[in-house]
């Protein structure tokens, strides 16, 4: 396979063509950005961790019946995946209250929920991703109704398979983003990552946040809670 010109460069990863049409290879950057792309910054090694570990993730799910994007892991940051043209929707499942969810609604961090949510927010920058249901959805054309269905029957399908095997590693999944791609026949497949970027990993044990909110929050810590999250998922539960 070869690797030819990039063909678009977002805040995290670089897409680049390759000689086969239906396939693309993702590379991974230690950019890092928050709140729309105003708070920037490095983290170190994050685009190693986040290849590695969505790409381990995302077999999980192939495995569980989960149908991905995934096609195999290249190199450290690289991966080549099935071309997909990206659904705007960011698809948020959440099982305790944090972050934006605690804010619009007055809850607390850490109120768990009985039945996970998920909601939708319009994926588009100069809007700030405004959050949008599913009618909001259909008459912007982002999606049908038959798409938006199997679309959150596979984010909870994954909210079930990746919160038991994140327990394993004594790692509470709180919530996380989703995205998904139609392959050139129009299948639906997970696309886009899921990593430390794009999940609230909570130790099980301590309640230690171990992903991008210590970034964003300016907690400290960083590198070091991706690299935790790593040998997490490399070793099993230690
Ligand atoms: P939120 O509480 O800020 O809405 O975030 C919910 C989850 O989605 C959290 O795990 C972080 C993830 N997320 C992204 O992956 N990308 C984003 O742009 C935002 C705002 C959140």
């Known amino acids: 396979m070869e690797k030819r010109e ?19 290879i993702v590379s991974y950057k230690d950019d890092a950005t ?18 590695r570990m969505s790409n381990l993730l ?3 799910l192939e495995k569980e019946g989960v149908p991905t994007h995934f096609v195999r892991e290249l190199s450290e ?32 961090e850490g109120v768990v929920f009985a039945e996970p949510t998920v909601e939708f927010s ?8 405004p959050l949008l249901n599913d009618s909001h959805a259909l008459a912007l054309g982002l999606a049908t109704k038959e798409e938006i269905a199997a679309i959150k029957a596979m984010a909870l399908r994954v909210n ?6 994140f327990l394993t590693l004594k790692v509470r999944l709180i919530d996380f983003k989703l995205e998904f791609g139609r392959l050139a026949d129009g299948t639906i ?5 899921i990593s430390p970027d794009t999940c609230r990993f909570w130790d099980a044990t301590t309640g230690e946040k171990l992903d991008k909110d210590r970034f964003r929050r300016d907690l400290g810590g960083v590198e070091d809670a991706y690299n935790e999250m790593m ?3 490399l070793g099993g539960a230690r």
């Open 6 to 24: 990039q063909l678009y460069e977002g805040k995290a990863k670089r897409v680049y063509a390759t000689d086969e049409p239906d396939l693309v």
């Open 34 to 51: 928050a709140f729309d792309g105003t708070k920037k910054g490095t983290i170190v090694g994050k685009g190693a961790v986040n290849n």
């Open 58 to 60: 995302m077999r999980l």
């Open 77 to 108: 940051r690289e991966t080549v995946v099935k071309k997909v043209s990206i659904v705007p929707l960011e698809v948020i499942v959440r099982n305790v209250a944090a972050g934006s969810f605690s804010k619009r609604y007055g809850v607390e």
């Open 122 to 129: 319009y994926k588009n920058d100069d809007l700030h991703d």
């Open 160 to 165: 079930e398979v990746l919160k038991a095997y």
């Open 189 to 193: 497949v997970l696309a886009d990552e």
């Open 231 to 233: 040998q997490r998922v």
